[in-house]
Antibody, heavy 120, light 106 residues
C-alpha cells in the first residue's frame, strides 16, 4: 500500500524558515517524480513544485521559486520542502504527492497533509 | 496562468446523474485531471488525461472533454459521493487547479 506521511508543520513566525518532510513507503520511491501541493484555509489548491525521480531536476511555481526548495533522499525514501522567509499567505495544509507522468502530470497519491500556520 | 473555472456547488438526489464542469481560460488539450476530496481527507485522483478512469475508482465516474471545456460525470450519484471535486491542468506551466465544486446530496 502506498503511503506518504508528512511532518514538520506547525506555528512559525513571519520571516522564519521551516522544513517539511515526507516519508514514502509501499513503492519504489526512486522511480517516481514527487511534488508538493498546498491548500489554503479557503480550500484553494496551489502547485508548489516537482522533483525528478533522481533529484537532478526541479520545477517550481514562479511565485514560490525564490523561497521554496524541494529535495529528496532516495536512500531514505524521503521528500523535503525547505521554506524560507515565510509569510502569512503561506498558511496552508501542505501535501506531499506522487507524480504520475502518463497522460500529462497528475498526482496519483497524496499524503494526509501537514498544517503550517504563519503568525506572530 | 491558466485559470480553471468551476461552479462552486451542486445539490443532487441519490440515484441521479450529475455533471461537474471545468472551463479553462486557454486550451489544455487533454491534460486535465479530476480529484475528489471528502471533508477532512486528502484529495484522491479519479480521472486522468481528461477521460481515463484511475484504477480502483468506480465506473460511475467518467470524464470527457478537450481543449477548454471538461466534464466530470457521476451516474448514478451515491450518498458517499458527498465531497468537493477539483480539476487540475498539466498542459500549461504552471500547473493550476480549479476552485472546486462542492457536491451535496439532497
Amino acid at each position: 500500500e502506498v503511503q506518504l506521511v508528512e511532518s514538520g508543520g506547525g506555528l512559525v513566525q513571519p520571516g522564519a524558515s521551516l522544513k517539511l518532510s515526507c516519508v514514502a513507503s509501499g513503492f519504489t520511491f526512486s522511480d517516481y517524480w514527487m511534488s508538493w501541493v498546498r491548500q489554503t484555509p479557503g480550500k484553494t489548491m496551489e502547485w508548489i513544485g516537482d522533483i525528478k525521480y533522481d533529484g537532478s531536476y526541479t520545477n517550481y511555481a514562479p511565485s514560490l521559486k525564490n523561497r521554496f526548495t524541494i529535495s529528496r533522499d532516495n536512500a531514505k525514501s524521503t521528500l523535503y520542502l525547505q521554506m524560507s522567509n515565510v509569510r502569512s499567505e503561506d498558511t496552508a495544509t501542505y501535501y506531499c504527492t506522487r507524480g504520475a507522468t502518463y497522460y500529462g502530470y497528475n498526482y496519483d497519491y497524496w499524503g494526509q497533509g501537514v498544517m503550517v500556520t504563519v503568525s506572530s | 496562468d491558466t485559470v480553471l473555472t468551476q461552479s462552486p456547488a451542486l445539490a443532487v438526489s441519490p440515484g441521479e446523474r450529475v455533471t461537474i464542469s471545468c472551463r479553462a481560460s486557454e486550451s489544455v488539450s487533454t491534460g486535465m485531471h479530476w480529484y475528489q476530496q471528502k471533508p477532512g481527507q486528502q484529495p484522491k485522483l479519479l480521472i486522468y488525461g481528461a477521460s481515463n478512469l484511475e484504477s480502483g475508482v468506480p465506473a460511475r465516474f467518467s470524464g470527457s472533454g478537450s481543449g477548454t471545456d471538461f466534464t466530470l460525470t457521476i451516474d448514478p450519484v451515491e450518498a458517499d459521493d458527498t465531497a468537493t471535486y477539483f480539476c487540475q491542468q498539466s498542459w500549461n506551466d504552471p500547473r493550476t487547479f480549479g476552485g472546486g465544486t462542492k457536491l451535496e446530496l439532497k
